[in-house]
């Protein structure tokens, strides 16, 4: 599906960017491999490259605009071209009521979930257009509803998804598409923890706790790192050639667009 082209993941960790990579490797993809902690990046380079293929490891603050430059031009310096960029940076967003929550927790959701992918998509942009890229940003299921004391994630999400609209307008003449993919849960080891911490203060089992959630889902599970992994690659390979400006939904059944 990537046979022969460079992807750049930004927020690799243990869980949903360690599987973008690792199977965009298996996809044929070179992988520049962005995040904060240095160890993750070593040990998810190693695994792209037991697929045969060429990581870059490059530790980045997306906070910090001089550390973006410099992570596109090590990519550029070492595999001369990126077609594929991946915005899979995440922080834990700040909890609580928008009518009460101070403006600077607000600001930095949007500076993390929004603004530093766009970013990135502008110092990427030259080599882009110059290669009929494609930009996947990942999203979350929370731009879907008002639940309590999400409102700062989501206005950072929904920046985000109106961000990559106008971007696949703006870029779509040069050949760039720019789609989102969100997902809601995501059974990684983070999710099993906090679903463990649960079960203990309620007096009931792991499997309870996951099945009154997955009770809301048609499939009646939830979906797994690899599961948005793959629907990130198909949206960043040729097969989805003719889609830009779109959101793929990757949970189970929970919304319906």
Known sequence: MLADKVMLVTGVGPGLGREIAVRGAEA?????????????????????????????????????????????????????????FVSNAFAPPTM???????????????????????????????????????????????????????????????????????????????GVRVNTVVPNYIWTEGLKGWFAMQAAERGVTLEDVYAETA???DLRRLPDPGDVANAVLYLASDLARAITGQSLNVDAGEFHS
């Open 215 to 217: 009770a809301a889902f």
């Open 96 to 174: 609580g009521d928008l009518a009460t929550m101070d403006l600077d927790a607000v600001r930095a959701s949007l500076e993390t979930d929004a603004l530093a992918a766009l970013r990135l998509v502008q110092l990427l942009a030259p080599t882009l257009t110059g290669h009929a890229g494609s930009v996947v940003m990942v999203s979350s299921a929370v731009v879907h509803h008002s639940r309590p004391n999400f409102g700062a994630y989501k206005a950072s999400k929904s920046v985000l998804h109106s961000l990559a609209g106008s971007l696949a307008t703006e870029l779509g003449p040069s």
């Open 28 to 84: 044929g993809a070179d992988v520049v491999l962005a995040a904060r902690t240095e160890t993750v990046l070593k040990s998810v380079a190693a695994e792209v490259e037991s697929h045969g293929r060429r990581a870059l490891t490059v530790p980045t603050d997306i906070l910090d605009p001089d550390a973006c430059r410099a992570l596109t031009e090590r990519a550029l310096d070492t595999f001369g071209r990126v077609d594929v």
